[in-house]
């Protein structure tokens, strides 16, 4: 039975014969009639040193055929390690290949290789410190999100990813058909008839699960999705994906001061978790991504959020000293600009800007009494920017109505919906995280296209 890298670096044990399973990062090969393989099982960013000696029976034949790339298995003794740099090595016994690597064609050799080129190959990159380090932090973060609701009580309930639900306003949808796209069915108006498709609707991919999460709120108290979502927005920024995961926690009998409460107890759970279990990941982000990175999560995990409404920190930008590319206005969205400028410089931290313009915002989210204004909330991370937005939501069926009609849409195409304000009405609240956001923020990755592990961006289909 094999036995995993991590394991190994934390466990007190020596000279017990261990296997081990990896992949060759480097080998060298030394006058003494030993070799030193450097290798990765991608259990933890460091490398377990090999020392493959040249009595091996397989020495000639495939120690020093071993390239960068390579997988193999060695059996052999744990040993603390007389050399800098590492604390335990294994003297290898055995060493059988499964597979060898041609050093002139593997892209992942010696040399150093950049983001960008990395990015054309996502079958591979996970090989890479970066991106091994990148994937165990996803999954320590998509672990502690789970642990997180549950151990409040909060019910994890899947949400459909093919909808017909068009009212989300969102975004951009991708549309889902297995009509023929060269001749669809139509009708005599010649609009086509989606009667006639597979779900026999015109259905398309989700943008959010909240409104089927809102169903589940008025059920079962506290609920939570986490799950992918898609967007057809033509932004190209390092920000957006068209493929990206969102958690999405809804709770009945809640207000919009409950869910930045949950907001905010949700963060900083989480950079507690990933400080905590993720050391020598972050360790390494902070001295090769971005320096800096640990402290600032350090920070984070133990500060308070300020809090600020909409029309205040449009007063606190109007009176900020910089210029900014898009004017600061009252009824704008804010940019990126803006709201960077407030979590870093106003706030100097993460803040919750609440009480957004409700024309700016969804329709389903609740009208303040000042009839400009509705319960909406972004949580803004310096370097981020946004990283949750969301609201109280409209519970008062006669409001709902007539927002949707002034909107020009038909209330009876919302029935599901407004069952919900008919029946047994909650004041209800909710936010959507982008679990990718939160991902950059925990490692200070630049481009959220290095923090999934297949991105989907405009024109960007890798694999
Ligand atoms: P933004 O203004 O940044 O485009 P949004 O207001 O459209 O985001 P919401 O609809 O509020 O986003 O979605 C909730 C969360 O999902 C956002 O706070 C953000 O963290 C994340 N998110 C939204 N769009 C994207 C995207 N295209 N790629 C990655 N994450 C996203
Ligand atoms: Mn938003």
Known sequence: MKTRINALLTSPKRDIPVQVAGWVRTRRDSKGGFSFIELND???????????????????????????GASIRVEGLLVASSGSGQS????????????????????????????????????????????????????????????????????????????????????????????????????????????????GAKTSLTVSGQLEGETYACAMGDIYTFGPTFRAENSNTRRHLSEFWMVEPEMAFADLNDDALLAEAFLRHLFQAVLAQCGADLQFFDQRV???????LERLATAPFGRVTYTEAIRLLEAAPVTFEFP??????????????????VFKGPVVVTDYPAEIKAFYMRRNPDGKTVAAMDVLLPEVGEIIGGSQREERLEVLEGVLRDAGLNPAEYGHYLDLRRYGSVPHAGFGLGFERLVQF?????????????????GCMRV
């Not at 998509?142 to 009212?167: A, K, M, Q, W």
């Not at 971005?290 to 600032?296: M, S």
């Not at 490692?443 to 592990?453: E, L, Q």
Request: net charge negative; charged share 25%; glycine share 6%.
């Open 328 to 345: 600061v206005k009252w009824g704008m969205d804010l940019q990126s600009e803006h709201e960077r400028y407030l979590a870093e410089e």
């Open 88 to 199: 335990i090595e294994v003297k290898a016994d055995q060493l059988t290949v499964y597979g060898f690597s041609d050093p002139l064609a593997y892209p992942l050799g010696k040399q150093k290789i950049n983001f960008d080129r990395l990015r054309e190959l996502p079958h591979l990159r996970a090989r890479t410190n970066t991106f091994g380090a990148i994937a165990r932090v996803r999954d320590v973060l998509s672990y502690e999100l789970h642990r997180f609701f549950h151990e409040r009580g909060f019910f994890y309930v899947h949400t459909p990813i093919i909808t017909s639900n068009d009212c989300e306003g969102a975004g951009a949808m991708f549309q889902v058909t297995t009509l023929d796209p060269h001749k669809p069915p139509r009708h005599a108006d010649g609009k086509v008839d989606y009667a006639q498709d597979f779900f």
């Open 442 to 458: 925990c490692t200070g990755m630049h481009n959220i296209r290095d923090v999934i592990p297949y991105p989907r961006a405009p």
């Open 290 to 296: 971005l320096p800096g990175v640990v402290a600032r």
């Open 42 to 68: 991608g259990s933890c960013l460091a490398n377990l040193q090999i020392i493959a000696p040249a009595t091996l029976a397989n020495y000639e034949k495939d120690v020093l055929n071993l390239h960068p």
